[in-house]
């Protein structure tokens, strides 16, 4: 027996499948772009032939992300709040709080020792503080979004961001490097912005080792290292860690298929 | 028992005919008073023929009737910026649109009774409307609520300033003050807030007969416009007798009622319909609500009193809900989880009101770790449409209702 995972992300798509002991078969990624059900589908199909299997052997299939109603081949669907929390206690147990920053938002979520959503709280209005901080701060200095977090750690005098705004940062950016400041200073200070205001946001479910940190940005050394440092603590963070809301989708996936109970809404599936 | 509808239809009635008779032929050639809902004065103003217009209500109604987005767009094009409150500038916008409100066309004000002082903007906002419409303000300077309990200095304070008011109505209105009226009037509103409390407890049962927020909203209505009349005492009369027959029939606003929840704070009324679908999926029934007592915290005991006519307006002035001390008003939120058998609470902070949204992120921190209640705090606005951000919410209150039922299932 098989089950998958779909997080479909504003501007990834992720698919997961485990099989009947909950290992991880195979995985799938790329860019969500225009249609979120051609992404899902290329990203299952991708998945199935990975794991060397038939479409008919995965027996239950649970979306998450933004994308989760439009999943053409989804049983059914439950946030990504949930499904982070369930995938971040998969891969580290013992954690207790979650720190997942993505394309457009950021979520501080407190799990219990059996990965269930205790509390959590979200980035309102607003993608300061998100992945969409550094893409704007990587296209204002020229580089690539893989290569601000490497050349961050060089700092010696990391500047100070005081831009709130994800659009205005640029500006600020600008005018730091007109003054002849260096990038690696400039750039690890726009990592220590994003990561104090991401702890702000975990204080508000408060922060209970183990932290675990998910999402894409979380492949960014430099913003796992200006979290460490703000935060004054190791987090976890895994190489799967972009696959954290599809495991956990497929986590729930299984136990589905297991006979458990629904406690999401199952009415709403739409095409 | 009542069909059901009685109170709807008695409700439509009365005011249609509060709406008629702001028109030109309906005044009759009485005098407008202009106030705020919360601890206002008008079994006052009453007394001296005044016809009572309260800007946020035409400003919610306009939010529900989609016009307000319009509305505030004129105010922002005359200057007023994005970060003034919602309700100001649907205000600004009407009297801009010659005050061609959903109803018709609102009178101006003879009289601007600013009778909340403790929001920065209902002073400004009232300011404006003496400056744009050449009227007087009287602005009632009401003390902040430090305990439970009013102190006397301060209901003597806004005596006396009540005192003044009513000469200056006799003035405005040519109608000399009778206090025998005054007493009478607030008989009435007494007696249509003793029935209001009692419709608000059926809430207390299995399944609740009705959504103490989103129905609530509109319950209140009467007492937040007709307060002192016979029609408002009427109104609760019937409101109280059908809720009654709904709890006998065990009949609820939702089909299973799954989660009993508690709402701090205003509805998006411009998107009111939707943001309620959000948690009737989920089988959520508002069971008490902070919202609906902005036109009094009559259920905690703040009732007028024809015994003590000023002293009592004091009271009831000094008592709206966002005058409360912050401590108070968690300490309210508590008893409602405890005494309405709530399953949470859901916080909607509006992005406009800053006396409802100052100390809701420390409410939900003091509840969720202090008490252990499960509380959810969601964001937009009570009167601009544009800060309703549909996909946002429903990812929260999915996730929240996801994880209270995933947390049931597994008996923790």
């Given amino acids: 027996m098989y089950v998958a995972g779909a997080d479909i992300g504003s501007t990834t798509a992720k698919v997961v499948i485990l099989d009947g002991e909950g290992k991880i078969a195979a995985t799938s990624l790329g860019p969500t772009g225009a249609s979120i059900v051609e992404a899902a589908q290329r990203r299952f199909k991708e998945a199935i032939e990975a794991a060397k299997i038939d479409e008919h052997e995965v027996e239950f299939v649970v979306g998450t992300g933004y994308g989760r109603f439009k999943i053409p081949f989804g049983h059914t669907q439950i946030t990504e709040i949930s499904c982070h929390a369930k995938g971040a206690h998969y891969l580290f147990p013992g954690t207790r709080t979650i720190v997942d920053i993505g394309g457009q938002d950021t979520k501080a979520i407190g799990a219990d020792e059996r990965g269930e959503v205790t509390d959590f709280c979200m980035n309102d209005k607003c993608a300061a503080g998100t992945g969409r901080f550094l893409d704007n701060a990587a296209l204002a200095v020229g580089l690539s979004i893989d290569e601000i977090g490497p050349i961050s750690l060089k700092a010696a005098k990391p500047l100070r961001i005081t831009n709130v705004c994800t659009v205005f940062v640029e500006s600020e950016i600008m005018s730091h490097m007109a003054r002849g400041e260096k990038i690696e200073d400039v750039l690890r200070g726009v990592h220590n912005a994003i990561a104090i205001r991401s702890i702000a946001l975990m204080r508000r479910v408060g922060i209970t080792p183990e932290v675990t940190f998910t999402g894409g940005v979380s492949r960014n050394v430099g913003m796992v290292q200006a979290l460490e440092g703000q935060l004054g603590t190791k987090v976890n963070v895994s190489p799967l860690s972009q696959y954290v809301g599809a495991i956990g989708a497929a986590l729930y996936a299984l136990e589905r298929a297991r006979g458990a109970p629904p406690t999401e809404l199952v009415a709403e599936a739409s095409g | 028992m009542t069909d059901g509808d009685a109170g709807k239809d008695l409700q439509r009635r009365l005011l249609s005919e509060y709406y008629g008779s702001l028109s030109d032929e309906g005044r009759n050639g009485r005098k407008v008073a202009y106030m705020f809902v919360p601890g206002n004065v008008v079994e006052l103003t009453r007394c001296f023929d005044m016809l009572p217009v309260y800007p946020e209500i035409n400003a919610l109604q306009c939010g529900i009737k989609k016009m307000a987005g319009d509305l505030i767009l004129r105010a922002e094009n005359l200057g007023y910026s994005s970060d003034v409150c919602g309700y100001v500038k649907n205000d600004i916008g009407l009297m801009l649109s010659d005050r061609k409100s959903p109803f018709g066309v609102l009178p101006k004000p003879d009289l601007l009774v600013c009778n909340y002082s403790g ?294």
Wanted: contains cysteine.
């Fill in chain 2, 119 to 412: 929001c920065n903007t209902f002073v400004k906002w009232f300011e404006a409307l003496a400056h744009f419409y050449d009227a007087e303000l009287f602005v009632l300077d009401i003390p902040y609520l430090r305990e439970r309990e009013a102190a006397k200095e301060d209901v003597d304070y806004i005596v006396a300033q009540l005192e003044e008011l009513a000469t200056v109505c006799a003035r405005i209105s040519g109608v000399p003050f009778d206090r025998g009226r005054l007493r009478r009037t607030l008989e009435l509103s007494m007696e249509a807030e003793r029935l209001w409390v009692e419709a608000l407890k059926t809430a207390q049962s299995h399944p609740s007969p009705y959504d103490a927020y989103f129905e609530a909203v509109f319950y209140m209505a009467p007492l937040n416009i007709l307060r002192g009349t016979e029609g408002c005492v009427e109104y609760y009369r019937l409101l109280l007798e059908e809720l009654r027959a709904r709890q006998k029939e065990r009949r609820g606003p939702v089909p299973e009622e799954k989660f009993r929840v508690v709402f701090e704070g205003p509805p998006p009324w411009p998107h009111f319909r939707s943001f309620w679908e959000l948690f009737k999926r989920w089988g959520v029934c508002g069971v008490a609500s902070t919202y609906s007592k902005v036109g009094g915290l009559f259920d905690q005991g703040i009732l007028h009193d024809p015994a003590q006519p000023l002293e009592s307006i004091a009271r009831y002035a000094m008592n709206c809900y966002t005058n409360w001390n912050l401590g108070l008003r968690l300490d309210l939120l508590r008893r409602y989880v405890k005494e309405y058998e709530a399953d949470a609470v859901v916080i909607h902070s509006t992005k406009s009101c800053r006396s409802f949204s100052v100390g809701q992120a420390d409410f939900r921190e003091v509840l969720v770790k202090n008490d252990g209640i499960p509380t959810l705090m969601v964001e937009s606005d009570l009167a601009d449409p544009r800060y309703y951000s549909e996909a946002q919410l429903k990812n929260r209150i999915d996730a929240f209702f996801e994880s209270l039922s995933h947390r049931r299932l597994l008996g923790g």
